[in-house]
Structure formats: C-alpha cells, structure tokens
C-alpha cells in the first residue's frame, strides 16, 4: 500500500469533493481517496504508486486543478 | 407566466447551481429556473404563482437556505 497527497485548488463545497473522489477513485489501482476540503488536500491510496499525471488529468477532469508543489 | 425572486445562501459553485435548479425545478408548475451564483438570486418561472413555502423546502432540500426578504 502506498499513499501520496496532492494540494487541489478550487474545491469550494461538498460537490466538489465528490467530483474529485469520483474522477480520482476511478484511475485504475487507486484503492482510496481522502479530500479535505478546507486545505485542498488530496490523499490518494495504492497498491503501487500511480503516475502523478494520472492524477493531474483526473483532477483536470472533475474541473479543478493540481497545486504545483512549493 | 409569472416569476419570484429569491435570495439562497451557502451557493458556492456550478455544482450547487444545479442542484438547486434540479430541486426547485421539480416542483409541480414550474418551468423555469435561472441562478445567479454571484448575487445567490433565483428566479422561478410558472404558469400560476408557486407557494413560497415549497420553494423554501426544495432550496433546503437541496443543502441550501432561502435569505429572509431584508
């Protein structure tokens, strides 16, 4: 098992994390996705690491954006 | 044809737009339904005025709150 976090920006309401969760959920691999969405925070949880642009495309895909790291 | 206006609070993005226009468009009698997120003012369209208090009930079925007229 392997978890790796992203800071999403955008995410306003509840609907949005559901959005993300979907999009997220459904990249093949990913066993579970943990949104906070006072920080953005994005927990992603695998067997085996996923391409971090997987994770930016489903991201993209649910209408939001991944942080770039700082 | 008449129209009401009203103020909902807590709408923060696209997605909340639509489930308010998805709950107060199901009310019986009313065919339309335009949001504002900027200004959270909704404005309903029906053939004969629509009782103000489904409206508060689809609003709060939705996960959001009609303003009191200030």
Chains 1, 2 share one sequence.
């Not at 969405?37 to 994770?55: F, K, M, W």
């Amino acid at each position: 098992m392997t978890t790796a976090t992203y800071t999403v920006k955008g995410m306003t309401c509840g609907h949005c994390v559901s959005s993300v969760k979907e999009e997220v959920g459904g990249i093949p691999g990913v066993s579970g996705v943990q949104v906070d969405l006072g920080t953005g925070l994005v927990t992603v949880e695998s067997e085996t690491p996923v391409d971090a642009a997987l994770i930016r495309s489903a991201v993209a895909e649910a209408g939001y954006e991944v942080a770039d790291p700082s």
